[in-house]
């Protein structure tokens, strides 16, 4: 069974510190493209699979009506997520709330790592009242676009693909989501597109947020640290290139729950 965890690489305070930058860095448009597909600026809503909780937080200040709730899976992340905001453990397979108990509910780069996105999906719009707006944000793998391709990243990007199969996630995800939320039964379905790229914050932060995770799954499948250790270097050459230009998709959808 798929679910969100903290520290993909099974260093948790290092992953914590990454998914803060990448909040930081484009939170602002992806909040903006949350309220673009319908997100409510007031009412009672929950982040699914929350992490760390710190986009949660920057959303629950932008959106001061919304009363903005937390759940994930992993106690650590439980832990850390509760200095931000109010959360709940539990599974997003059999979410803890009743039926129509929130106005809305989101996800953030968490469909990816379930093994059955659609039966989480279903589940999360059980808990949103008929009316109501489900949304999700995640990336697609194949839309990440370097110029010029760090030396063997093509052999990195494929082990990362293993590394989600292997978990029973979707690389993908992000441009699966708009037939996702249609065949999930959801109305009304919306789109946006969120880029993230060198131009935001520069070589070396997107390839600490984007690169880096590639890298690290790609260590785990490859168990070549001679060929690994190339790699690295090879990034962090790409990062000194001022010539260097890369960006990868976010893709932001909502659905509304239809009538009982």
């Avoid at 697609?140 to 990007?157: I, R």
Wanted: net charge negative; aromatic share 8%.
């Amino acid at each position: 069974m798929g679910h969100y965890r903290v520290g993909e690489f099974e260093a948790p305070q290092s992953e914590v510190v990454r998914l803060a930058a990448q909040a930081e860095l484009i939170a602002g448009q992806e909040r903006a493209a949350l309220r673009a597909v319908g997100l409510p600026e007031a009412g009672l809503g929950i982040e699914i699979g929350c992490g760390p909780g710190f986009f949660a937080e920057g959303l629950a200040r932008s959106l001061p009506g919304l009363d903005l709730w937390g759940m994930d899976v992993d106690p650590y992340v439980v832990r850390e997520a509760r200095q931000r905001l109010r959360v709940i453990r539990g599974d997003a397979n059999a979410l803890p709330f009743a039926t129509a108990r929130f106005d809305c509910a989101y996800s953030r780069l968490f469909l990816r790592h379930v093994s059955d996105p659609k039966a989480v999906l279903g589940e999360i719009a059980r808990v949103v009242k008929p009316g109501g707006v489900v949304a999700a944000i995640d990336v697609s793998d194949a839309s990440l676009l370097l110029d010029p391709v760090p030396a063997d990243f093509a052999a990195v990007a494929a082990a990362r693909h293993q590394w989600f199969d292997r978990r029973g996630g979707t690389a993908d995800m992000g441009h699966m989501l708009p037939g996702l939320f249609t065949r999930a039964g959801l109305d009304d379905v919306q789109i946006r597109t969120v880029l993230l790229d060198t131009v935001a914050g520069g070589a070396g932060a997107f390839a600490q947020i984007v690169l880096t995770p590639f890298l690290q799954a790609a260590e785990s499948v490859l168990n070549d640290p001679a060929r690994i250790g190339a790699a690295k270097r090879a990034v962090d050459a790409w990062t000194t290139d001022r010539a260097a230009f890369g960006t990868i998709t976010l893709f932001v959808v909502s659905g509304r729950v239809p009538p009982a």
